[in-house]
């Protein structure tokens, strides 16, 4: 492949919580950003109350949306239902399964990541992106899993190059910073620091693939 085409990175995608909270999208659309994950549910009854609000505010400016489900340790069949009764996703939106320990209560566990993903295929006939940096490659421990490596990687590290997990051959998205942590840049026009991730391609090609189903 030509070292032109292997240069096209496009660093114009985020991710979003409460913690955001106020969002600028008018702002933040004009910073060049195209691509917004928002967090929308944890767990069995977890909601993220500026899910709503963050969805309907971005609206008027086309861009590429998606959500994540944070998950736990708690029922996976209850936390599928909650994640998508609260989402209804359509066919042009991303959902993630991010797969990280749990701060607050029990960490979902690689078994239950996997039943997660069965459940969801199950529901809505593709693969959620799966989000997991190194408790993800902890939990391997080695083993490549033919079923998660099915999911859209969406890595999660702010070292200087990637790294990836056993049995994935490249990543989806890689978040690259925390808005503090890992190479530039690191703020966004009507956020300011926030976790920013980057495509391997255009923002043509970008807007071609979501949600990577």
Request: proline share 8%; glycine share 8%; hydrophobic share 35%.
């Amino acid at each position: 492949m030509p070292s032109g085409r292997e240069a096209a990175i496009t660093r114009s995608v985020i991710d979003v919580s409460h913690w955001e909270y106020p969002i600028d999208f008018k702002k933040m659309a004009a910073d060049g950003i195209v691509a917004v994950i928002a967090k929308a549910t944890q767990g069995a009854c977890g909601i993220d109350e500026t899910y709503a609000s963050y969805k309907e505010a971005a609206a008027p400016y086309k861009l590429l949306w998606g959500s994540y489900h944070f998950g736990t340790g708690s029922e996976v069949d209850v936390q599928v239902e909650h994640y998508l009764s609260t989402t209804k996703p359509n066919d042009f939106e991303l959902v993630c399964l991010d797969f990280q320990p749990n701060p607050n209560g029990p960490t979902m566990t690689l078994v239950q990541a996997r039943d997660f993903v069965v459940l969801l295929q199950d529901r809505t006939d593709r693969y959620p992106v799966l989000y997991g940096g190194y408790w993800l490659k902890e939990s391997l421990d080695g083993r490549v899993d033919d079923l998660l490596t099915k999911c859209p990687l969406w890595l999660a590290q702010y070292g200087p190059k990637p790294v990836l997990p056993v049995g994935w051959k490249k990543y989806t998205l890689w978040q690259y910073t925390d808005g503090h942590e890992g190479s530039p840049p690191h703020t966004v026009s009507g956020i300011g620091p926030c976790d920013r991730s980057q495509f391997r391609g255009t923002i043509a090609q970008l807007r071609k693939q979501w949600p990577f189903t």
